[in-house]
């Protein structure tokens, strides 16, 4: 009985000794013995690549601005730039804080911020409702989505003799212009959401008998609201830029008009005071929407985050 385990040990260490040396030299093939250390990793293994941009930097966006500002004041200090074809900052500064004194900057400024919010207001709510409506629907597809395409392909600023003569000089055609000219880019980016959403999404809610206010709470919008972000981004930056054109136009007071007087009597300070107030309003709303993003859509990974 002893003489029959001990040939059954030996045939059973003869059978595995040819699998087991296999596996060692496959494994040293791979990995050189020097290269592994005990309970860590492999050492001739190369690091992985950062292919991201890395984390944000806190007020990093300020960078390239002020630094547009220091160039502008050096070459200023230098003599490099005429006074008369680009005044230096602190001529600038200088011309505000006399109009601000005299009152005339606060009431151009709080005009053009009225008007601002106004058309802002109509053309955001606008786009949102025809957005949902067309993405939500074929019937409402068919009969906005066309028309929209269209009013998108006629420049808005060349609709301002027509609304002149319909609404006459004044307030209501300059609200409705900045309306217009918000409410397409809300509308194309949430349209272009609404479509973009996976339909898997759609027919998982359909066999969880999802109603359709929680189905547009819990499916629609949290797949569109990038798409509307960005639409607003577009959409803040669009109602600047159209008032200082419309406040050129027959108005008698607000930012347009400041730098329209000013071209007459040659005051280039003014108007350079008031595209610099343009730009601190532009990319302060930009900055807030931005903001506001992050903390809507603060469940989403993704390289700005």
């Known amino acids: 009985m002893a003489e029959h385990v001990s040939r059954a040990g030996s045939a059973t260490a003869v059978a595995t000794a040819p699998v087991a040396a296999p596996v060692s030299?496959?494994?040293?093939?791979?990995?050189?013995?020097?290269?592994?250390?005990?309970?860590?990793?492999?050492?001739?293994?190369?690091?992985?690549?950062?292919?991201?941009?890395?984390?944000?930097?806190?007020?990093?966006?300020?960078?390239?601005?002020?630094?547009l500002l220091a160039v502008w004041a050096g070459a200023s200090a230098a003599g490099v730039l005429d006074p008369r074809v680009l005044p230096a900052p602190w001529t600038v500064v200088r011309t505000g804080a006399e109009l601000w004194g005299e009152g005339s900057l606060r009431t151009d400024l709080g005009t053009s911020l009225w008007r601002a919010a106004q058309g802002f207001a109509i053309g955001l709510s606008a786009g949102v409702v025809l957005a949902l409506a067309a993405g939500l629907s074929r019937v409402g597809e068919?009969?906005?989505?066309?028309?929209?395409?269209?009013?998108?392909?006629?420049?808005?600023?060349?609709?301002?003799?027509?609304?002149?003569?319909?609404?006459?000089?004044?307030?209501?055609?300059?609200?409705?212009?900045?309306?217009?000219?918000?409410?397409?880019?809300?509308?194309?980016?949430?349209?272009?959401?609404?479509?973009?959403?996976d339909s898997r999404y759609v027919e998982l809610a359909e066999v969880l008998r999802f109603g359709r206010w929680r189905f547009v709470r819990q499916v629609v919008v949290p797949g569109a609201?990038?798409?509307?972000?960005?639409?607003?981004?577009?959409?803040?930056?669009?109602?600047?830029?159209?008032?200082?054109?419309?406040?050129?136009?027959?108005?008698?007071?607000?930012?347009?008009?400041?730098?329209?007087?000013?071209?007459?009597?040659?005051?280039?300070?003014?108007?350079?005071?008031?595209?610099?107030i343009y730009g601190v309003f532009g990319f302060a709303s930009d900055s807030v929407v931005r903001l506001l993003e992050r903390r809507v859509l603060s469940w989403r990974r993704s390289l700005s985050s």
Do not use: C
């Not at 990995?31 to 890395?54: D, I, S």
């Not at 000013?262 to 300070?269: D, R």
């Open 25 to 67: 030299s496959a494994v040293a093939s791979v990995v050189p013995p020097a290269a592994v250390a005990p309970g860590g990793p492999v050492a001739g293994r190369p690091r992985a690549r950062r292919l991201g941009p890395g984390p944000r930097r806190p007020y990093a966006r300020l960078v390239g601005p002020l630094l």
């Open 142 to 197: 068919a009969l906005i989505d066309g028309t929209v395409q269209v009013n998108r392909a006629v420049p808005t600023l060349g609709l301002i003799p027509l609304f002149i003569l319909w609404l006459g000089i004044g307030e209501t055609f300059k609200v409705v212009i900045i309306a217009i000219v918000v409410y397409i880019p809300v509308y194309l980016n949430l349209h272009a959401a609404l479509a973009g959403i």
């Open 225 to 276: 609201l990038p798409g509307f972000f960005v639409g607003l981004r577009l959409a803040v930056t669009g109602s600047w830029l159209s008032l200082v054109v419309l406040e050129q136009i027959n108005a008698t007071n607000g930012l347009g008009y400041m730098m329209f007087q000013a071209q007459n009597y040659g005051q280039t300070e003014v108007i350079v005071l008031g595209l610099l």
